[in-house]
């Protein structure tokens, strides 16, 4: 079902790669491309058609006055997940793009953070198939307590790009 585009080609490659260096390779190498990402240290634990999961170590540089995770960097979080697995099936000729963001802090975090994005079968279809769209991309954050606090959807579209 799925189309290879050039965000689909390099994550095959990367992750061909031996299983201890796959998270660092990805993690650098989608890092220099999102370089915020790459600043906030955002780290690739998988990345597939259906699926991606990164996380973030509650360093100094990402942390807020009450020494948690920042705010922004929970959100950055969010994006990076859906939009990481949303870009894997976004045809090259398409231009992806984030076009809501809803975030709720229901509760104060804990430690270090880790976001998990997913579409449907039925999502990645309308991805690849349709001339535009947008879709909801399902995520979830917990912290090192195993507890979500916050909730977020992203909605995200697709156009085809101006030649």
Known sequence: MSQANRLSQTAAKLQ????????????????????????????????????CIVSIKNKKKVQNHIGGIHAAAMALLAETATGFVFGMNVPDSKLPLIKK??????????????????????????????????????????????VEPINAEMTWAWTAKKR
């Open 101 to 146: 963001m809803n975030i709720d802090y229901v509760k104060r975090s804990t430690g270090d953070m880790r976001a998990v994005a997913t579409l449907t079968d039925e999502q990645i279809k309308k991805i690849q198939t349709e001339e535009k769209g947008e879709v909801v991309v399902s995520v979830t954050i917990t912290d090192e307590a195993n």
């Open 16 to 51: 061909s790669l031996p299983e201890f260096m796959r998270s660092f390779a990805m993690s650098k190498a989608f890092g220099s491309v999102i370089k915020y990402a790459g600043h906030s240290s955002v780290r690739f634990e998988k990345l597939s058609q259906n699926e």
